[in-house]
């Protein structure tokens, strides 16, 4: 079986099979170092709830293959509560993995130096994420290795337990990683009748499960909106899912 993934500079092509009896995932891209940031990050949090790394070369991954490999995209809308909890056992045991001391991760900070660029967006939201992501840097908590981009798609069944692919590698406070889960799944959430709803009761649920903030949750949603919407505008997507997440947020 393979599929085409989308990744931020094209596609990647992925295919599973067995090695021996090991049922296993191969991924290849023209994205090398998207590819070599990500084999690093799944080192990174090896025995913290994520796929095993078999082997790399330039443009190719030879990963674990999770089984059955149902996402957490099928509990949506029906199990949204219990969805959330087990993404937040999941996002415990990510930041429980160290940082590495000769690590190359980016930094929240580096991923939002995109929001001083002048792009085609309303001043508006522009001038509040560019506030809130000022107030948010310099009064940040400690910071953890991050997965960076924890949606449902990201976590997935292996056997009795769910495991974590496909993290970014990102260094930053635990508030941040739970925005991504919080917008998706993409665009089902918001077709829901009650996605405003929806959105509120996780970031309730998340901060009273991972005591966080719920202020900074929200904050960092919003701010991750308008970020993801530059992003898609770059990249010449349709922006409209994250024009309209971005004023779903303060409603």
């Known amino acids: 079986?393979?599929?085409?993934?989308?990744?931020?500079?094209?596609?990647?092509?992925?295919?599973?099979?067995?090695?021996?009896?090991?049922?296993?995932?191969?991924?290849?891209?023209?994205?090398?170092?998207?590819?070599?940031?990500?084999?690093?990050?799944?080192?990174?949090?090896a025995g913290f709830g994520v796929v095993s790394v078999f082997a790399q070369e330039d443009g190719m991954l030879l990963l674990e293959c999770a089984v059955p490999g149902d996402s957490l995209k099928t509990y949506f809308p029906e199990?949204?509560?219990?969805?959330?909890?087990i993404s937040c056992d999941c996002i415990k045991r990510l930041h429980q993995a160290p940082i590495p001391n000769d690590h190359r991760f980016s930094s929240i900070d580096d991923w939002l130096l995109a929001l001083d660029k002048d792009i085609h967006i309303p001043t508006h939201y522009l001038q509040k994420a560019i506030k809130l992501r000022d107030e948010l840097?310099?009064?940040?908590?400690?910071?953890?290795?991050?997965?960076?981009?924890?949606?449902?798609?990201?976590?997935?069944?292996?056997?009795?337990?769910?495991?974590?692919?496909?993290?970014?590698?990102?260094?930053?406070?635990?508030?941040?990683?739970v925005a991504a889960f919080i917008r998706n799944p993409i665009p089902q959430?918001?077709?829901?009748?009650?996605?405003?709803?929806?959105?509120?009761?996780?970031?309730?649920?998340?901060?009273?499960?991972?005591?966080?903030?719920?202020h900074r949750i929200r904050d960092w949603c919003y701010v991750q909106a308008v970020l993801a919407w530059i992003w898609a505008i770059e990249d010449g997507c349709d922006a409209t899912y994250f024009k309209k997440l971005t004023t779903s947020l303060y409603k």
């Open 1 to 45: 079986m393979f599929v085409w993934q989308a990744a931020k500079d094209g596609y990647n092509y992925v295919l599973s099979g067995f090695q021996g009896s090991q049922s296993v995932i191969l991924k290849l891209g023209l994205d090398i170092d998207g590819l070599k940031r990500e084999a690093c990050a799944l080192k990174a949090f």
């Open 79 to 85: 199990q949204d509560h219990e969805a959330v909890l």
């Open 137 to 177: 840097i310099a009064t940040s908590e400690t910071p953890v290795l991050l997965h960076g981009d924890l949606h449902h798609d990201n976590i997935i069944k292996n056997g009795n337990d769910w495991v974590v692919i496909d993290p970014k590698g990102l260094i930053g406070e635990p508030a941040f990683e």
């Open 189 to 214: 959430l918001l077709s829901h009748d009650d996605a405003t709803n929806i959105i509120n009761r996780r970031i309730a649920q998340f901060s009273e499960r991972l005591k966080l903030p719920s």
